[in-house]
Structure formats: structure tokens, C-alpha cells
């Protein structure tokens, strides 16, 4: 049955990296929903945070694909429930809307957004959720005419409480020092 996964990948910078990891969905046929780039709490590592929906089998083997790249130092899959995750969304409706009428205001407020920047023409308000959350402030906007409007791609950590990339990592380091050792 197909559900929604993310996968969290670490490597280090380095350049074609994600159109190499970019392949391994095209070749299964799988959309990306969502691809987050960003540093990681390790210095010089960085995390991919990919959305997809497919099958536990079938997210398994991805994982075991962009795995096998050698500038991967690990990869792994979570379900919804077992990561803590946001989106940005950003609307830009017409000023005048807000002079007319107090409802934006008040949908602002009710969804727990705020409003970035007012100028003659326009007003940029940001709001962070999950992408329900994101799209229904639109939906209510809209009725305004948004002009604009953009969502981020997913950020998100896991709640295990153990950092299982730094778990991984001083393993491989044990591991390499021990075959050092053996020389």
C-alpha cells in the first residue's frame, strides 16, 4: 500500500550528487513530492530530506540505491509519525483587500501566520505548517485573488532520540581505526 515516507540522506558537498540521486527515483518511476537541501548539525555534512509515496518495499530499495553512491554516507526512511516536520508557505495578496475588508486580518491571526511586508500594491504573509495547513490558508485567501504564492520544500528531524547519523559515524571511525590498528 502506498503512503507517505521521507528520507533523510547525509553526504558531504559534493557536486552532482543530487541528480545522481535524482535518477534512482526516475528509474523507479517515483515523483519526488518535496526535496529539502541544507547543512546538517555536523559540519560539512549535509541532509537531503526527500518526500515521496510509494510502498515500504519499494522506498526500502531506494534507500539501498542511494546507498550504494560513494559520496552517501547514509540514508534513511521514516514515516510521518516518526519525524517532527514543517512547511513554509508564503502568500502575496493585494493590499487593498485588506482595506476592505477585516477577514484577512482575522485569517492571519486564526491561522497562526504574520504578516511580512505591506506595500501599496501588496502584502506578503508567511505561514508555517504542514502542508494541509499551508494549503487551506490559500484556499481562504484566494477568495482575495492571491497573486503569488509558494511553499517550501519539507524540513524535518526525526524524534528518535538517539542521532543515529553520529551513532553511524563514530562506528565507521571505530571501524577504520581498528583496521589501522591491525596493519
Do not use: C, W
Not at 27 to 42: C, G, H, P, Y
Not at 72 to 99: F, S
Amino acid at each position: 500500500m502506498n503512503q507517505e515516507y521521507i528520507i533523510t540522506v547525509f553526504s558531504e558537498n559534493h557536486i552532482g550528487l543530487l541528480t545522481r540521486i535524482t535518477i534512482v527515483f526516475t528509474r523507479r518511476k517515483i515523483n519526488i513530492d518535496s526535496l529539502t537541501v541544507s547543512e546538517s548539525a555536523i559540519q560539512g555534512i549535509f541532509k537531503f530530506t526527500i518526500v515521496i509515496r510509494t510502498t515500504e518495499e519499494a522506498v526500502k530499495k531506494i534507500v539501498g540505491q542511494i546507498e550504494k553512491h560513494i559520496d552517501v554516507l547514509k540514508a534513511y526512511y521514516h514515516t510521518n509519525d516518526e519525524m517532527i516536520y514543517q512547511e513554509i508557505a508564503l502568500y502575496k495578496v493585494p493590499t487593498q483587500a485588506l482595506y476592505e475588508s477585516d477577514i484577512i486580518e482575522k485569517l492571519v491571526r486564526n491561522s497562526g501566520a504574520r504578516i511580512l511586508e505591506i506595500t501599496r500594491e501588496y502584502t506578503v504573509i508567511e505561514k508555517t505548517g504542514h502542508k494541509e495547513e499551508t494549503q487551506a490558508l490559500f484556499e481562504e485567501l484566494n477568495q482575495f485573488r492571491v497573486m503569488q504564492f509558494i511553499r517550501s520544500g519539507r524540513v524535518a528531524i526525526s524524534r528518535d532520540p538517539i542521532e543515529r547519523l553520529s551513532e553511524f559515524l563514530r562506528e565507521r571511525d571505530a571501524q577504520i581505526e581498528s583496521t589501522h590498528e591491525q596493519k
